[in-house]
Nanobody
Framework: QVQVVESGGGLVQAGASLRLSCAAS????????VGWFRQAPGKEREFVAG????????KYSDSVTGRFTISRDTAKNMVYLQMNSLKPEDTAVYYC?????????????????WGQGTQVTVSS
């Protein structure tokens, strides 16, 4: 079993930056793919960014490309989402998810373990 915990959310003004962290415990996740998703009130949970097991391949949604960066520190079992130039439309609960195949998936159904989420609120 893998436990996933997100942290780093908060309330910021538009244009600010935040770094979300995803900690995985219970088993080494060095061979797993990791994704960040978000869900705004009344909307579906959507893919934001993903990274494959080696960290060599990343993918972003169109809405965050150029502003967000996903990275991983395998030795620490940590994955990060650096979010710059935040906009009010980035407001959502952000979830970290683990894909045991190690690939880079963009569908929620491909992920096996999920955290509880961390709230990000961007004021205008």
């Amino acid at each position: 079993q893998v436990q996933v915990v997100e942290s780093g959310g908060g309330l910021v003004q538009a244009g600010a930056s935040l770094r979300l962290s995803c900690a995985a415990s219970g088993r080494s996740v060095g061979n797993y793919g990791v994704g960040w998703f978000r869900q705004a009130p009344g909307k579906e949970r959507e893919f934001v960014a993903g990274i494959n097991y080696s960290g060599a391949v990343t993918k972003y949604s169109d809405s965050v490309t150029g502003r967000f960066t996903i990275s991983r520190d395998t030795a620490k079992n940590m994955v990060y989402l650096q979010m710059n130039s935040l906009k009010p439309e980035d407001t959502a609960v952000y979830y970290c998810a683990i894909d045991r195949t190690g690939l880079l998936a963009t569908s929620r159904r491909d992920y096996d373990y999920w955290g509880q989420g961390t709230q990000v609120t961007v004021s205008s």
